[in-house]
T-cell receptor, first 115, second 113 residues
Framework: AQKVTQAQTEISVVEKEDVTLDCVYE???????LFWYKQPPSGELVFLIR??????QNEISGRYSWNFQKSTSSFNFTITASQVVDSAVYFC????????????FGSGTRLQVQP | EPEVTQTPSHQVTQMGQEVILRCVPI?????FYWYRQILGQKVEFLVS????????KSEIFDDQFSVERPDGSNFTLKIRSTKLEDSAMYFC???????????FGPGTRLTVL
């Protein structure tokens, strides 16, 4: 069965620090998709990135970067030079191509960025 | 850019009452989903719907729940005889085809008193 683990429940950093949020997943599918979502205090789910299992290229978008490593079943998310506006809960999620197509979410990591 | 909409944004009900949560998915999408998030916890899959029938459901989605697409635009989640533990944020999502990024609605916060 599919599973997503976010071992860090809460992280607190000071503004301008870099921070990495860990995500480890389990799946039997050879084709699957990985996602990161941000949930600010207002409650909506904000899409950040989607990655296919056959594309292991790392991605950078502004201050955000993602490190996908199939060998360790990890899809980690780094925020460089964190800002107070980055404070939120971040969820990693997985969907399978032939198995469960709905998203399976991790338990989330609450990031607090202090000024 | 088209968005998934959900109504109401907040619903308060008494225990034992029935509630209907409404969603309008993106118009050309074919796959629809409901998820639930109990306060402070992770987002959990409830049910997926395709071609006018349930395609998958989780163990949470028991006989208390039902889904319907009553017309060409709405997608509803009915919760019969609500319980205190049904208090949660309910998210609707839709996608055009499997593997694409789901579009999530803003959620309906359900409070059962």
């Amino acid at each position: 069965a599919q599973k997503v683990t976010q071992a860090q429940t809460e992280i607190s950093v000071v503004e301008k620090e870099d921070v990495t949020l860990d995500c480890v997943y389990e799946t039997r599918d050879t084709t699957y998709y990985l996602f990161w979502y941000k949930q600010p205090p207002s409650g909506e789910l904000v899409f950040l990135i989607r990655r296919n299992s056959f594309d292991e290229q790392n991605e950078i978008s502004g201050r955000y970067s993602w490190n996908f490593q199939k060998s360790t079943s990890s899809f980690n998310f780094t925020i460089t030079a964190s800002q107070v506006v980055d404070s939120a809960v971040y969820f990693c999620a997985l969907s399978e191509y032939t198995g469960r197509r709905a998203l399976t979410f991790g338990s989330g990591t609450r990031l607090q960025v202090q000024p | 850019e088209p968005e998934v909409t959900q109504t109401p944004s907040h619903q308060v009900t008494q225990m034992g009452q029935e509630v209907i949560l409404r969603c309008v998915p993106i118009s050309n999408h074919l796959y629809f989903y409901w998820y639930r998030q109990i306060l402070g916890q992770k987002v959990e899959f409830l049910v997926s719907f395709y071609n006018n029938e349930i395609s998958e459901k989780s163990e949470i989605f028991d006989d208390q729940f039902s889904v319907e697409r009553p017309d060409g635009s709405n997608f509803t989640l009915k919760i019969r005889s609500t319980k205190l533990e049904d208090s949660a944020m309910y998210f609707c999502a839709s996608i055009g085809s499997p593997g694409l990024t789901p579009n999530f609605g803003p959620g309906t916060r359900l409070t059962v008193l």
